[in-house]
């Protein structure tokens, strides 16, 4: 089972330019950066998610009590592991 797959992107010929000079600069292929590009979006994706869900966390008072972990997250801060 292949670990990539192929996928052919049309792009507007001065996105492409800009893109090459800028994979050019920073001494990677294209390739790479638009890989980097995906994986930025992918993160900010991930981010807003969990934005969002401990907004809704903090909508339930009662659901959202986080008092009974204190103690257990002191203790991995005192012990260095955070």
């Known amino acids: 089972m292949p670990t990539t797959k192929t996928l052919t992107v049309r792009l507007p010929l001065d996105l492409y330019q800009a893109s090459s000079e800028v994979a050019k600069r ?3 292929s294209l390739n790479a950066l638009v890989q980097e590009g995906l994986h ?3 993160r ?3 981010y ?4 969002e869900a401990f907004g809704q966390l903090g909508e ?3 659901q ?5 972990a204190i103690p ?3 203790e991995v801060v005192r012990r260095g592991d955070a």
């Open 26 to 28: 920073r001494r990677i």
């Open 40 to 42: 930025a979006v992918m």
């Open 44 to 46: 900010a994706e991930d």
């Open 48 to 51: 807003a998610r969990l934005y």
């Open 60 to 62: 339930d008072a009662e």
């Open 64 to 68: 959202s009590d986080v008092e009974f």
């Open 72 to 74: 257990a997250q002191w």
